[in-house]
């Protein structure tokens, strides 16, 4: 919880306050005024809950790209096994696997519309 958060919540209990004495005496002013706190004070909660929610996010992204990362290394891991597991030994051919996707790739890429 930030600092808004927490002067936030404090006005608006304030503004609680001062309206609920101003209705009970009769004071206008100390009414509307406490109207004006409990509003201010809600606005800067608000802002503080969400500069609370980016900073989760902006905390939790690395741990996100961090798996990101290791789950593509371990698809990559898995292709290759899969692949190496169906041409064998044969690593010209492996090779020559390799080369034949890459260029049938360029060759979509080239081909699509822009």
Same mark, same amino acid.
């Not at 919880?1 to 002067?7: A, F, G, K, L, T």
């Not at 404090?10 to 004495?21: A, T, Y």
């Not at 005024?33 to 609370?52: E, K, L, R, W």
């Given at each position: 919880?930030? $600092?808004? @958060?927490?002067?936030?919540?404090?006005? $608006? #209990? !304030?503004?609680?306050?001062? @309206?609920?004495?101003?209705?009970?005496?009769?004071?206008?002013? #100390?009414?509307?005024?406490?109207?004006?706190?409990?509003? +201010?004070?809600?606005?800067?909660?608000?802002?503080?809950?969400?500069?609370?929610?980016? +900073?989760? !996010?902006?905390?939790?992204?690395?741990? %996100?790209?961090?798996?990101?990362?290791?789950?593509?290394? =371990? #698809?990559? =891991? =898995?292709?290759?096994?899969?692949?190496?597991?169906? #041409?064998?030994?044969? @690593?010209?051919?492996?090779?020559?696997?390799?080369?034949?996707?890459? %260029?049938? !790739?360029?060759?979509?890429?080239?081909?699509?519309? =822009?």
């Amino acid at each position: 919880m930030n $600092e808004d @958060r927490v002067i936030g919540a404090g006005k $608006e #209990l !304030v503004g609680k306050g001062e @309206r609920g004495i101003g209705a009970a005496i009769g004071n206008d002013r #100390l009414q509307a005024d406490g109207i004006v706190d409990q509003i +201010s004070g809600a606005v800067q909660n608000s802002f503080g809950q969400i500069t609370d929610a980016i +900073s989760n !996010v902006v905390d939790a992204t690395p741990v %996100l790209a961090a798996d990101a990362a290791d789950q593509a290394r =371990r #698809l990559v =891991r =898995r292709a290759d096994d899969a692949l190496y597991d169906t #041409l064998g030994e044969n @690593r010209h051919v492996y090779v020559m696997a390799g080369a034949v996707a890459l %260029l049938a !790739v360029a060759i979509l890429y080239a081909g699509r519309e =822009r």
